[in-house]
Nanobody, 124 residues
Framework: QLQLVESGGGLVQPGGSLRLSCAAS????????IGWFRRAPGKEREGGSC????????YYADSVKGRFTISRDNAKNTVYLQMNSLKPEDTAVYYC?????????????????WGKGTVVNISS
């Protein structure tokens, strides 16, 4: 059974950093675009970042550009989201996503697998 499992969330002060991980089980990530989306309390789901299967294409939403870096280690079947200079508005549940016909563009189109999410809380 194909599963995505997020980890690395937590409580961090503004200006701090976190690294989220998305590990795959039941399949190998190396043929798939992987995305990170987030949903803040009371807000719509927002696309944060994505990375193509070979890592050659990345996308960042304007709200995270310059602060977040997505990367992948296909040998470890894991994708990472390094988050720096965190702000209170980054507080959200972060979800790892993929799909057979999902392409890295910031769109939700083609996504049919979601992890259960990891909670990120930025607060002093």
């Amino acid at each position: 059974q194909l599963q995505l499992v997020e980890s690395g969330g937590g409580l961090v002060q503004p200006g701090g950093s976190l690294r989220l991980s998305c590990a795959a089980s039941g399949f190998t990530l190396d043929r798939y675009t992987i995305g990170w989306f987030r949903r803040a309390p009371g807000k719509e789901r927002e696309g944060g970042s994505c990375i193509s299967s070979n890592g050659g294409i990345t996308y960042y939403a304007d709200s995270v550009k310059g602060r977040f870096t997505i990367s992948r280690d296909n040998a470890k079947n894991t994708v990472y989201l390094q988050m720096n200079s965190l702000k209170p508005e980054d507080t959200a549940v972060y979800y790892c996503t993929t799909g057979t016909y999902y392409y890295c563009s910031g769109s939700l189109a083609g996504i049919n697998y979601w992890g259960k999410g990891t909670v990120v809380n930025i607060s002093s």
